[in-house]
């Protein structure tokens, strides 16, 4: 049986996320919510450079 990944989550407001632009070419980056919605996921279209950014405050080490 394939693994199918989950459908993307239309509840995201990407107005609310933050904008990036690409270290290297400074165009802007695509986004997407990963982690859960714990993490902001940017990639450049043109280079294909990938960031990730935390939204909120680092959980508490156990």
């Known amino acids: 049986m ?8 239309t509840g995201a407001d ?3 996320l933050p904008d ?4 290297w070419c400074k165009v802007p980056m ?3 919510l990963v982690g859960g ?3 902001i996921h ?3 279209p043109k280079c294909i450079f990938q ?4 939204l909120g405050p680092k959980p ?3």
């Open 60 to 62: 508490a080490a156990k």
């Open 51 to 54: 960031h990730t950014t935390r």
């Open 20 to 23: 990036r632009l690409c270290t």
């Open 30 to 32: 695509t986004k997407r």
């Open 14 to 16: 990407f107005s609310d």
């Open 37 to 39: 919605r714990q993490f």
């Open 2 to 9: 394939p693994i199918t990944p989950p459908p993307p989550d």
């Open 42 to 44: 940017y990639t450049c």
